[in-house]
């Protein structure tokens, strides 16, 4: 059991700053969208008093926002992809592909 608490400490601390660090980009989207709408009050108003729902307001800022996370995961995705690739080649002995899961014998 001793010899296994530094990995289970590294892998709580893991948990721990990967939870920190997903409140900390929402927290982020959060201000970059409040600060995206503080900015266009006036055209928002302007949008209400020519007849916009509030409805259609909404989806307005909500799709907007929307791609930007959307843009966001597709260029995570892609940087996740390239880092795998440039780990791969810094670490000698390290395939590329991750060992496919044995079958169980039947």
């Known amino acids: 059991m001793r010899t296994i ?19 900390l980009a929402a927290i982020g989207v959060y201000g970059l969208l409040a600060y995206t709408v503080t ?3 006036n055209e928002i108003g302007i949008r209400m008093a020519l007849g916009a729902t509030r409805g259609a307001v909404s989806r307005m800022v909500l799709g907007e926002a ?32 991750a060992p496919s899961r044995s079958r169980p014998a039947r």
């Open 5 to 23: 608490v530094p990995e289970r400490l590294i892998a709580m601390l893991s948990g721990v700053f990967g939870a920190l660090g997903s409140l």
């Open 39 to 41: 900015r266009r009050i």
């Open 66 to 97: 929307l791609g930007m996370a959307c843009g966001g995961v597709l260029i995570g995705i892609a940087l996740a992809y390239w880092g795998r690739r440039l780990s791969a080649s810094l670490l000698q002995g390290l395939p590329f592909r």
